[in-house]
């Protein structure tokens, strides 16, 4: 067929391509055409061929093949009016309607959308999960009907887990007469959302073109709404890609997005906690994925200094500058010992907050007897059963505020001004000078423990960290990977008092967050000139390596350091852990954890991918030479990868 | 430090109230036995110590504390190796014998003193203040 396209004159192209999924309905459009075909080939109805006769004139139906509106064109002007900016997607035909629109009609159009290739829909998710941390607000992806949504599906918990606000599309087919054949029907579901819907805040899979502008701009406000979560619409197929029914004249409207208030704590409760954390000797705040915003840093900053109170950071967001004297990051399980009132601002681990549990599974809480624990969490204003996310019951809290912490500060540190008296503060100052010791004593430490095994090789983290920060500290960075596996070094030897300087974690702890959660995180620094910076795992890096490539391809500068221990580490410790308890030593767990024989050369995967690349650095004299090179492609606006040779932790 | 003071009172404390249930070995009660600092390099590694202290014992954050330059004394050693506390795997003689444990305090012991921090320019201003400082 392709070789003779003069035969094909009636079929567009695109329905060529279509058109194995299309089936039935192609062959009885083209029957006429094939029969002409095959009559000529001569290898089919050769026994019924006259050669006397004259085929009958061709006379095409007529058919509309193009027409000038369509549903995917009405859906990207919804989009574009929520102010989402973004959409990656790795392509799949069931949301190509949606896709064209966003190509030819979005992106040439104000206000311009941009598309993003990704190569597995899980890295789609997980970049708009990064940049939704660093841009406080969602981006969108697409995923192709059911095997897409399949892919994504661990992205999509890590973002529900970390309460992150992504707007997510996939297809429906709500049609089944007009579904086609083959893959059409193994990438459609009766509900596909049902798939994810236990780790997704709402879906909605819409009937019409109305309803698809309903449907989306609630479920931007859901998303936007503390506790923020991942959405989702099934848009049906059909819909995307077909004129708008009755034309321009009878295109929907747009719906408006109203101005999001979030739920604050209530008046009286303000009050007593206020009345609580003035009188308190040994105050204790405690914040995890309480700052939503930069407002949520600032805030918590002057609660802290009007009470000098020492805060404690769980690290899920950039809560509290890393070197403010009142950081007590170090001491929680001591200051927790020992205080009269803890005030937990959206706390991810609740239960272990407030009780320390050991092997034997005995309990014991944390705080001393009589003290007073409140939280003030918006997470459990949307719950859900299935998944374990929300961790253990925390039944040790005195009192626990529904509503969102980042809503509620303002007016806490307004009642807590107005009680706080004169004499009360000048004593509270002498508090805080304690704690300013405390913090440096803190940070003497950190360095002494950082000298040990400076030199070694395979590199230390605290070297390792070291290096990073020296070669980065005179730009405008932002750390978009989590610590924890690096020990948290950054946290305890960085300066970072900016809302964009550090982003969490995964959420739901799921691998293959890092690299793609970074590049979000990246694209939404890049129009901000941020230098963004990324320490990603050699575990994290092989579940999506096609990252490298979007990075390429897409120019969003970026530095990787391939925090490569060669191995799954954790379950490395975690196994050894097991086989020793059953005397069997550990020589043999390598097998199941070591990424090694051979040993992947990062470098060259990402040179592979149009990223530059460095390594494997062994030696760390030579570490802040390659950085110093990589942060120079990377201040030119490309992306870079550095593969560090390091210890586990 | 802090850490290590804490870990050392915990094991001084735990080890008292666990004499009945664990029998800590003979030789916990000696100094430490001579041993081959260069075997004890490789069990360092092979039975994953390295793990969560470091390849050099230098710690590994919040997994594995500070072994070594100037490591716990070796009966301290022993007895958080056969009855742990923390998170630490259990090491039973079946899976590390005395003698190698032997032989991993000397390599412990036979480690180089860490640089002085103020030897160390990535180390030696506070973070923000320091700027080409190499």
């Known amino acids: ?649 | 430090m802090r850490r290590l003071i804490y870990w050392v009172a915990s094991l001084c404390v735990v080890g008292a109230g666990a004499a009945a249930i664990v029998r800590a070995p003979a030789s916990a009660q000696n100094a430490a036995p001579s041993g081959n600092a260069m075997h004890g390099k490789q069990l360092f590694a092979l039975d994953g110590c390295y793990e969560c202290h470091g390849y050099q014992g230098e710690g590994g954050g919040g997994d594995g504390p500070k072994l070594a330059p100037d490591p716990l004394p070796y009966a301290f050693v022993l007895h958080q190796l056969r009855s742990p506390l923390r998170a630490m795997p259990v090491y039973t003689s079946e899976v590390l014998s005395d003698h190698d444990i032997a032989d991993i305090y000397a390599y412990l012991s036979s480690l180089p003193k860490a640089k002085a921090v103020a030897d160390i320019p990535l180390l030696r201003c506070d973070p923000g203040s320091c700027s080409n400082v190499k």
């Open chain 1, 1 to 649: 067929m392709a070789d003779d396209p003069e035969k094909v004159t009636d079929v567009t192209r695109r329905q060529l391509l279509a058109g194995a999924a299309l089936g039935g309905m192609v062959a009885a459009a083209a029957a006429p055409l094939l029969a002409s075909a095959q009559s000529s080939s001569g290898e089919a109805h050769a026994e019924t061929r006259d050669p006397s006769s004259t085929p009958p004139a061709y006379e095409p139906p007529q058919r509309q093949l193009t027409f000038s509106t369509c549903g995917g064109d009405y859906m990207t002007d919804v989009l574009r009016g929520l102010g989402i900016e973004y959409f990656a997607a790795t392509p799949g035909n069931t949301f190509m309607g949606l896709h064209e629109s966003i190509l030819n009609y979005g992106m040439v159009t104000e206000p311009k959308m941009r598309s993003l290739l990704t190569l597995h829909e899980e890295a789609s998710v997980a970049m708009c999960h990064g940049y939704a941390k660093i841009e406080g607000k969602p981006m969108a992806c697409g995923m192709h009907g059911v095997v897409g949504l399949q892919h994504a599906s661990m992205a999509i918990y890590n973002a529900y887990a970390d309460r992150v606000p992504i707007f997510m599309i996939t297809s429906a087919s709500l049609d089944a007469l007009r579904r086609g054949g083959g893959d059409k029907w193994d990438h459609s579901g009766t509900d596909a959302p049902a798939m994810v819907r236990d780790f997704t805040k709402w879906d909605s899979t819409p009937g019409s073109l109305g309803h698809f502008g309903e449907a989306a701009t609630r479920a931007y406000k859901f998303a936007m709404t503390p506790p923020y979560g991942p959405v989702l619409l099934a848009v049906d197929t059909n819909m995307q890609e077909d004129e708008i029914p009755g034309g321009s004249q009878r295109r929907p409207p747009i719906p408006k997005l109203p101005r999001i208030s979030p739920p604050a704590a209530e008046e009286a409760v303000v009050e007593e906690i206020a009345d609580k954390l003035v009188n308190a000797e040994n105050p204790v705040l405690y914040a995890d994925r309480m700052a939503r915003t930069p407002e949520g840093l600032k805030n918590l900053i002057e609660l802290a200094e009007t009470l000098q109170a020492p805060v404690c950071d769980g690290g899920n967001r950039m809560n509290f500058p890393w070197r403010h004297p009142l950081n007590q990051r170090a001491q929680l399980r001591s200051l927790l010992g020992k205080a009269d009132v803890l005030l937990a601002l959206e706390p991810g681990g609740p239960f272990n907050l407030v009780t320390e549990q050991d092997r034997d599974g005995n309990l014991k809480p944390t705080l001393p007897a009589g003290s007073m624990s409140i939280s003030i969490s918006a997470s459990e204003l949307a719950p859900k059963g299935n998944y374990h996310e929300m961790q253990r019951y925390a039944g040790n809290f005195t009192l626990a505020v529904e509503a969102d912490s980042e809503a509620t500060l303002p007016a806490l540190i307004e009642a807590v001004k107005r009680k706080l008296t004169t004499s009360r503060s000048s004593a509270l100052q002498a508090r805080g000078q304690m704690f300013a010791q405390a913090h440096q004593q803190d940070l003497n430490l950190a360095k002494q423990a950082a000298a040990y095994g400076w030199d070694a090789s395979p590199i230390s983290m605290p070297r390792m960290c070291q290096e990073l920060y020296y070669a980065i500290k005179d730009e405008d960075w932002s750390l978009v990977s989590p610590t924890a596996f690096q020990s948290g070094w950054p946290q305890k030897l960085w300066t970072a008092d900016r809302h964009y300087q550090y982003i969490g974690a995964q959420g739901a702890a799921g691998i293959g967050y890092i690299t793609p959660a970074s590049l979000g995180a990246a694209l939404a620094n890049q129009k901000y000139g941020r230098f963004t910076v990324s320490i990603t795992g050699d575990g994290d890096l092989m579940f999506s390596p096609g990252v490298l490539f979007t990075a390429a391809h897409e120019r969003i500068p970026i530095l990787y350091l391939v925090h490569n221990n060669r191995c799954y580490h954790e379950e490395l410790m975690q196994l050894q852990f097991i086989a020793n308890r059953r005397q069997r030593g550990i020589q043999r767990v390598g097998i199941a954890c070591d990424i090694t024989d051979p040993n992947i050369s990062y470098a060259d995967m990402a040179r592979s991918m149009g990223v530059y690349g460095e390594g494997p650095i062994v030696d760390p004299k030579d570490l802040g030479p390659a950085l110093k090179r990589a942060v120079a492609r990377v201040k030119r606006g490309e992306p870079a990868l550095i593969d560090v040779v390091s210890q586990g932790r």
